[in-house]
């Protein structure tokens, strides 16, 4: 993938957003002169024109299919929301006017709200009308929030989406699907991951632990060896199922009783439920409240990212049996970017030769990622070989090979990951003062 290149999302929030939801299609006011019709479907997003002078842009939204909708405009990663309009009822047309800046965008909706983007379109504005930024960093700082906090329920949405893909393939015993599946579903919960990790329902970071738990960490708790059938019996979520997937025959990890795979199905799927819950306000946490970000939040959530794989992905210690890690580190670079994204105005105000240092370093990780990619997934992710082939790794929890092991690739990534958290753990003391 190539370097992610940030755009003013938070421009275009700077400028005044306006919603108007109209009544039934027959009685909507006719579009007018310079607005873009989108006519959805339960499987199509169809702009009218592919793209728009920079300026106040208006989309007059149809819903013609058979369910809500959203639409969405996305940022350049296809990652960002822009703007959206949730819950167009079937048989009604909203209005959506916003302020874009020159760029590269793409269009989207998503039926029911809650999954994988429909018609992903590219979306080009080109040189028009200058869009004014307010220069009061409050309002960007409130905007980062915003719109950090529409990006973690989107990819919750998503995950939970395709958990439930994965999880039935696994269950059903098709092997081959589920672990072609496996990583690709992963990536949603690995942009995100430092949202799980505070979550929890009995205890903060207690579904975290119940989804994304590995076997040393459990042995490790007990005193115990990583195949102790005690320690296995207590040891549930992705990294369970994903032992048994990619384990040899006759390993202690294979679960050989269909009734147990479906249980791991059962389990990993409400416990991502309860994820996309919490995000989306539909409980409360342990805490007793409902999920809110913070921009001290937005600020962890970069450097956490880039942490996860310094301390765990180079050694191959995360995915100990699949040896999928490549893809995790690309989820988490996307996070990470993402993250940043969403207060690089704030940064680029403040400390400017702060904001190139890491989209420079950013860049570095994403080109070492591009080099060894093998090929695209069939919902546009990129492939990735064997992370053993590459790299000196832990495998199946054992040893963890040292920096004295790596081999030159993994000292690039080591080197490169080590650089962008150094960048980005300066990040907070300049947005946040």
Request: one cysteine or more; hydrophobic letters at 40%.
């Amino acid at each position: 993938m190539t370097p992610i290149t940030r755009l003013s999302t938070l421009a275009v929030g700077a400028v005044a957003l306006t919603l108007a939801v109209a009544g039934c299609t027959d009685n909507a006011t006719p579009a007018g002169a310079g607005t873009l019709n989108v006519t959805i479907t339960d499987t199509t997003c169809q702009v009218s024109a592919a793209q728009a002078p920079s300026g106040t842009v208006n989309f007059e939204v149809k819903n013609t299919g058979t369910v809500a909708n959203e639409f969405e405009i996305l940022a350049a990663d296809k990652l960002r929301i822009v703007v959206e309009k949730e819950n167009i009822g079937p048989g009604t047309t909203v209005q959506v006017t916003t302020a874009m800046a020159e760029g590269t965008y793409y269009t989207a909706c998503k039926p029911n709200m809650v999954g994988d983007l429909v018609g992903v379109t590219e979306f080009k504005v080109t040189p028009g009308a200058q869009v004014q930024v307010s220069d009061d960093v409050k309002q960007l700082q409130d905007k980062a929030v915003d719109s950090y906090t529409d990006y973690i329920k989107d990819q919750a949405g998503a995950l939970l989406t395709n958990t439930q893909k994965f999880a039935q393939a696994y269950a059903a015993g098709d092997t081959e699907t589920a672990k072609r599946l496996y990583p690709l579903a992963r990536m949603y919960f690995e942009r995100i991951e430092p949202t799980a990790e505070a979550f929890g329902i009995s205890e903060p970071g207690d579904l975290d632990a119940a989804l994304d738990r590995r076997i040393q960490d459990v042995a490790l708790e007990a005193n115990a060896q990583v195949t102790d059938p005690a320690v296995l019996a207590q040891w549930h979520g992705w990294h369970r199922m994903e032992a048994d997937l990619f384990s040899a025959a006759g390993s202690a990890y294979k679960i050989t009783d269909p009734a147990a795979r479906q249980a791991e199905a059962d389990q990993l799927v409400t416990n991502t439920q309860t994820l996309y819950d919490l995000v989306s306000g539909k409980r409360t946490g342990a805490d007793g409240k409902p999920f809110a970000v913070t921009l001290a939040d937005i600020n962890h959530g970069a450097g956490a990212l880039m942490e996860e794989v310094a301390k765990g992905k180079i050694v191959g210690e995360e995915e100990t049996f699949s040896h999928t890690d490549l893809y995790d580190f690309q989820a988490n670079l996307e996070g990470a970017q993402v993250a940043y994204g969403n207060v690089q105005d704030i940064v680029k105000k403040k400390d400017p030769s702060l904001d190139t240092e890491i989209t420079q370093r950013f860049a570095t990780i994403a080109a070492l990622l591009q080099k060894q990619q093998t090929g695209t997934a069939a919902d546009g992710s990129p492939t990735y070989p064997d992370y053993s082939t590459i790299a000196a790794v832990q495998k199946e929890a054992g040893e963890v090979p040292n920096e004295a092991a790596y081999t030159p690739v993994q000292r690039e990534f080591s080197d490169g990951v080590n650089a962008v958290s150094e960048s980005l753990s300066k990040v907070a003391a300049v947005v946040l003062n």
